[in-house]
């Protein structure tokens, strides 16, 4: 049997989820396999079925993927524009303070 533990988690609530219910699911066919001797059937019901959640779950995984990338660079972004928006306000630049001049 295998335990989904804390080494396993991205802290990702939805994506943990979905990570434990792969592990109930493998843990599900060898107690299946345990108590039938037929595995054929078991074997292809696993297959089908862990393609089809896995497939969902790579979606799942792939979009809170985009969506962290898009939110760094919105957030890069906008830490550039203020910095643009800064240097070309030559205002915050005390002109007072003249460099002397060599002699």
Not at 53 to 76: D, G, N, P, Q
Request: glycine share 0%; hydrophobic share 40%.
């Amino acid at each position: 049997m295998y335990e989904f533990t804390e080494d396993c988690m991205l802290h990702i609530d939805a994506i943990d989820e979905e990570h434990k219910r792969l592990f109930q699911m493998i843990n599900e066919a060898f107690e299946l396999v345990e108590k039938t001797e037929d595995v054929t059937a078991i074997g292809q019901s696993l297959i089908a079925n862990l393609k089809d959640y896995a497939a969902t779950h790579l979606a799942h995984e792939e979009l809170i993927w985009r969506v962290s990338m898009i939110l760094s660079f919105l957030s890069r972004r906008q830490n550039m524009l203020h910095l643009q928006r800064r240097s070309t306000n030559l205002n915050w630049i005390p002109h007072h303070h003249a460099m002397p001049r060599d002699r």
